[in-house]
Antibody, heavy 122, light 113 residues
């Protein structure tokens, strides 16, 4: 069964760092475009970051320069390193695979993990 | 950035009736080279991850009931849910995947009347 499982969330003080992991099973992370999406309490969905098969990275302006997306092929795991965390980064973070479209090198989000909660508070 | 605006913000529909949710993009998400609209619809229930319902604006994801349908092109899109069932209670989002930054509508909360 194809599955994504996020871990690493928790309570962290403003200015702190946290690394989220997204472990994949049933498929190979390095063969897919992968993404992170978050949902703040009572808010809608917000795209956070994208990692292409070739290793290119893209970020929302709200996290650029503070968050880093990466993967470890040997562990079949996607990561999100979050530094200089702010109260407004409090959210459930989901990882997802992208169903790739070659015309525009993009796609919709077709497989999602259950999410991990990050709370930034003093 | 492409801004996605949904209407209404919330909707109450009787069981068995039709629900209609609209989504407007601030610029076209239609790509002439392949005649595709880069627009997806997601269903999000509490405690669960979002689930894709439709992509290319109107193509149904495998396993999604045919009660769910999508229409529209360019900047204006509609999600229609026919014969509303109790399990359809959720928040629905449109999303453009024309390019980064990917953007979602603010969501439409669907309830039973």
């Amino acid at each position: 069964e194809e599955q994504l499982v996020e871990t690493g969330g928790g309570l962290i003080q403003p200015g702190g760092s946290l690394r989220l992991s997204c472990a994949a099973s049933g498929f190979t992370v390095s063969s897919y475009y992968m993404t992170w999406v978050r949902q703040a309490p009572g808010q809608g969905l917000e795209w956070v970051s994208l990692l292409s098969v070739g290793g290119s990275t893209y970020y929302a302006d709200s996290v650029k320069g503070r968050f880093t997306i990466s993967r470890d092929n040997s562990k079949n795991t996607l990561y999100l390193q979050m530094d200089t965390l702010r109260v407004e980064d409090t959210a459930v973070y989901y990882c997802a695979t992208i169903h790739y479209d070659q015309w525009r090198a993009t796609g919709w989000f077709d497989r999602w993990g259950q999410g991990t909660l990050v709370t930034v508070s003093s | 950035d492409i801004v996605m605006t949904q209407s209404p913000d919330s909707l109450a529909v009787s069981l068995g009736e039709r629900a209609t949710i609209n989504c407007k993009a601030s610029q076209s998400v239609f790509y002439n080279s392949n005649n595709k609209n880069y627009l997806a619809w997601y269903q999000h229930k509490p405690g669960q991850p979002p689930k894709v319902l439709l992509y290319w604006a109107s193509a149904r994801e495998s396993g999604v009931p045919d009660r769910f349908s999508g229409s529209g092109s360019g900047t204006d899109f509609t999600l229609t849910i026919n014969n509303l069932q109790a399990e359809d209670v959720a928040v629905y989002y449109c999303q453009q995947y024309y390019g980064t930054p990917y953007t979602f509508g603010q969501g439409t909360k669907l309830e039973i009347k």
